[in-house]
Structures are given as structure tokens and as C-alpha cells.
Nanobody, 120 residues
């Protein structure tokens, strides 16, 4: 079994910054892509940013230039540095990982989410 645990959410004023962290633990042979998603109330979950095991990144258009995703493979962790936050960034942010418990198969895992609230 694998667990992803997020931390770092909270309340911030518009224009402020937050850093989210996600740590994976359990039966881990390798973690492939890791990502952050968010889900605002009444909306579908959307990809915010993703990073491959080799460090290649991609971002949702509205966060480009403001958010930075990074990972520490030795710690099985992924981070999301969020700057110049906007009110529309208010959402529950979820960590996602493609985890191999052995050399063959990959399974998707989700964290339980962390609330980010941006006040305008």
C-alpha cells in the first residue's frame, strides 16, 4: 500500500504565496510522474502541474510563471510553490503519483487533499 500525504495549505491573501508539499510512503519501488491537481467547489478536478521522474514539467496555462513544481526523488516528495495567488486559485489541492511497487506495474495514487483559500 502507498500513501500520499499533502501539507502546506491554508488561507492567504491575493498576491501572496504558499508552498505545498506531498510525501509518499509505503511499498515504493519507483515513482514515475507526480502531479498536483485542484478542485474548486462545483467544478471538475483539473491538472495544475506535473513533473516526470526526470524533472520535465508542464503547467496549466493560468498558473504558468506563477507556480513551480519540483520533486525530491530521494524523499519521494513533490512540491508546489505558488506565487501571486489569485482568488480563483481557491480549491482543494490533491497530490497524484504513478507508483511502481515493483519493477513491472504502475498504480495511480491520490492524496486526500489540502485546502487552499485565497482571499480577495
Amino acid at each position: 500500500q502507498v500513501h500520499l500525504v499533502e501539507s502546506g495549505g491554508g488561507l492567504v491573501h491575493a498576491g501572496g504565496s504558499l508552498r505545498l508539499s506531498c510525501a509518499a510512503s509505503g511499498d515504493i519501488f519507483k515513482i514515475n510522474d507526480m502531479a498536483w491537481y485542484r478542485q474548486a467547489r462545483g467544478k471538475q478536478r483539473e491538472l495544475v502541474a506535473a513533473v516526470t521522474s526526470g524533472g520535465m514539467t508542464r503547467y496549466e496555462d493560468s498558473v504558468k510563471g506563477r507556480f513551480t513544481i519540483s520533486r525530491d526523488n530521494a524523499k519521494n516528495a513533490v512540491y508546489l510553490q505558488m506565487m501571486r495567488l489569485k482568488a480563483e486559485g481557491t480549491a482543494v489541492y490533491y497530490c497524484h503519483g504513478g507508483v511502481q511497487p515493483g519493477p513491472k506495474y504502475e498504480y495511480e495514487y491520490w492524496g486526500r487533499g489540502t485546502q487552499v483559500t485565497v482571499s480577495s
